[in-house]
């Protein structure tokens, strides 16, 4: 049974970065598709980016590609959330969620297909 656990949120200036961390547990996270997803206060959550298993496939909504690179490291059981130039309109909770396969699910953009979620982070921006 996967487990996720996420940190590195907190309250930023407009224009800083933060790297967010996701954290596996199980000898199973190593061969599933993670993503990042995060909800603004009133609105659904939205899917950032996602992760194939080994790290070789990638997605991003294309708004965010440049902003919010993605990547992880399976010998620490961690994925990375790199977000750069922050903005206001950035500031929502910051999901960890695992899938339940190797590969990014065809609705992660929408926040949805995943097996196993964390209790989120939470990144503030201040203007």
Do not use: M
Not at 68 to 80: A, C, E, L, M
Request: charged share 20%; with cysteine.
């Amino acid at each position: 049974q996967v487990q996720v656990a996420e940190s590195g949120g907190g309250l930023v200036q407009a224009g800083e970065a933060l790297t967010l961390s996701c954290v596996g547990s199980g000898l199973q996270f190593a061969k599933v598709a993670v993503a990042w997803v995060r909800q603004a206060p009133g609105k659904e959550r939205d899917g950032v980016a996602c992760i194939s298993y080994d790290g070789d496939d990638k997605s991003h909504i294309s708004s965010l590609r440049d902003r919010f690179p993605i990547s992880r490291d399976n010998s620490k059981n961690t994925v990375y959330l790199r977000v750069i130039g922050l903005k206001a309109e950035d500031t929502a909770k910051y999901y960890c969620a695992a899938a339940a396969n190797s590969f990014c699910p065809g609705s992660w953009f929408s926040g949805t297909g995943f097996q196993t979620w964390g209790q989120g982070t939470q990144v503030t921006v201040s203007s």
